[in-house]
């Protein structure tokens, strides 16, 4: 599984959605319901049913870790195994792929123009209900820094937030008895929101009720950089130095990186986040690329459709640094040599039907942060261009 | 729920997704170990963890049913509840409706650029993986004819269809060894993808083997238009005049549009269907637009957010129609009156908490036809514009 090319003009390619595959692998099952289906609408025969009904995967996976960078052509993920079993396993593994690469992919990139500024994803409610879970783990691989989405809590550890809802403030009788209702229940270090009517009243509201120890507040309209100075200037006249501003409302990674001289402390992002910021898939493929012959020798195997380049042979890939640890070529190999000065990429992930490489989603967000470290400064240009480093195939 | 507009210069949106609410209704619900979840991370306090062991929605549910069309501030659904037992469905509400309609919006322009010709949802590969399932039936409501993705046939019933792929050409000796197979499995009905190698042999290899019923070939690559020319004369003079052509290969809306001249019998769509052709998601808003006040009357609401126009009261939706049955104007009024010469758009769904407005998909299927066919022509424009009719506030 590769990527022909990065869509949308990306300088790199975040993987993530391995450790779902591998979760995903081990409930890879067909239940009666599904082996009836595909019976009664005769979609198959009966040799496949049976086959279905035992199947199980029994081959190695073997790929890139999650967290790790990507570029066109590199083998993130390679899956051996007999034809059946391992065809079953392509659209599964592409739809998982496709989609998390593709959110962690735009959570990386706004993370940069965030610089040190944290994320909150806040986009459940822009996608799917279901790729809103995942896409709440993929922008925290990304290093987004939390959730609203709280299943993505409870089923992968992801830290969650939340602040407050127009609506809640637009149930009571006045913004004021909102904010009391809030600060009673959660304390005066909430996050307020305060632009459901006036600014600057709520801001005053929000500060006399919680004091200078008001957590918060968050801003969801207007021109945010100009909004986000008056209110800081407000807060700090009304001693509130410490209270923080959260600014949401359709931002991107352009528009975080646009606010990045505000007084803003921190980012809540949404629809952008959740539909890739643009590239809502990241464009892999799963190809046959070696086949046994009847003499039991492994034979490389490529279409030749115009158009779509395809090599075959199995892959091998490095990332060749220079000695300042700069990543300069990503290396793809078939030939088994193991070139100097570069590290490998690949590991082992299921031997024999068995995952050998899950982990847990905190160390692929590190790694993630060291693999991007090492990229050339021009990875993060926001504009579209080229990839960051060379594929060179050999 | 309503969107402020049809973002990405959509003419009309499609109405998908409610029947998928209905049923989420029904099972939503907070079992033991999300409520622990909940306690053990102090997410919520001990009240509301009660509160949400024993939460089912009571409330009603009114609104557009699906396959309808809608324009901005269309109030595609009404909740009436408690606010506690509302607010806790805004997100999922939201996002299925803003997944779903994305969807059938893209599909209903694919659906209109194809004219008789049929389409072939295949983009499973291509999103998240439970997307892909909701994907496929909102494509069916918007009028794609069949769907590869089987769970979404055992589910929702949506007709599947599939053809080869290269990998199955690829595993054997020969591309003749290859369709060979296919045809001894399949028949000679069968379709076969053509672009492995060479598109003439392969054509001729097919005809060859499954003579003239050969059912469809497949062509993936190249230029599409320029290919099925060449291989729509190379059957005819064969003898396979019957056998269709079907094309795959990153199309969309334009490129259908595009080959409409060209000698093609049907059309794979597969990433720009999943992904809303540039549209992943419909902005549809939840909002508070009525709450009831310390004497028991019911109060419109709104924020005055900059920029986010909203509109408080309860909204009845009309669409007018002119003598000859063309819609002229979405009408939504807060006043109870009913408007001459229009249709009413809302209907019960849920009444009591209990599901009232269940359909067949079939039937929402046939209820965009005839929705999409009031439209003045306008709408069927595929370039970025306005909404083919204006929404009339009152």
Chains 1, 2 share one sequence.
């Not at 590190?366 to 060179?392: C, D, F, K, M, N």
Request: charged fraction near 20%.
């Amino acid at each position: 599984m590769f990527a022909r090319q990065l869509p949308g003009g990306r300088r790199y390619g975040v993987v993530a959605g391995t450790g779902r595959v591998l979760e995903a692998l081990e409930s890879f099952r067909f239940g009666e319901e599904e082996l009836a289906f595909l019976h009664d609408n005769q979609i198959v025969d009966a040799p496949t049913i049976e086959f279905l009904a035992g199947y199980r995967f029994s081959g190695d996976l073997y790929g890139y870790r999650e967290g790790e960078c990507y570029f066109p052509g590199s083998p993130i993920l390679t899956v051996a195994g007999t034809f059946a079993e391992a065809v079953l396993l392509e659209t599964v593994i592409l739809s998982i792929l496709n989609h998390d690469c593709a959110i962690a992919t735009a959570a990386s990139r706004m993370v940069h123009a965030a610089g040190s500024r944290p994320l909150v994803e806040m986009g459940s409610r822009r996608t799917h209900e279901m790729a809103a879970v995942a896409a709440a783990r993929a922008a925290y691989l990304g290093g987004f820094s939390s959730t609203s989405n709280l299943m993505a809590g409870h089923r992968y550890g992801v830290p969650t937030a939340g602040t407050a809802a127009h609506a809640f403030t637009l149930l009571h009788d006045s913004e004021k008895q909102a904010f009391q209702a809030q600060i009673d229940s959660l304390g005066t270090g909430t996050t307020l929101l305060v632009d459901t009517y006036d600014v600057a009243e709520a801001v005053r509201t929000g500060v006399e009720l919680a004091g200078p120890d008001l957590g918060s507040v968050r801003l969801d309209s207007g021109d945010l950089a100009e909004v986000a100075h008056a209110v800081r200037g407000q807060l700090d006249s009304l001693g509130a130095e410490k209270t923080r501003i959260l600014v949401t409302s359709d931002l991107d990674e352009y528009t975080i990186a646009a606010l990045s001289s505000a007084p803003v402390d921190a980012y809540g992002v949404g629809t952008s986040l959740v539909t890739g910021s643009g590239v809502p898939t990241a464009a892999l493929v799963y190809k046959l690329v070696v086949r046994e012959d009847a003499e039991g020798v492994m034979q490389p195997v490529a279409k030749r459709s115009v158009g779509k380049p395809s090599r075959g042979g199995r892959k091998e890939a490095f990332r060749q640094l220079d000695p300042t640890g700069t990543a300069v070529a990503e290396l793809v190999t078939v030939s088994g040599d193991r070139p100097a000065d570069a590290r490998p990429l690949q590991a082992e992930l299921v031997r024999g039907g068995e995952v050998v490489g899950g982990e847990e989603l905190e160390a692929a967000r590190h790694r993630h942060r060291q693999a991007v470290a090492e990229l050339p400064a021009t990875a993060h240009q926001l504009s579209r261009g080229y990839a960051a480093i060379p594929t060179v195939f050999d």
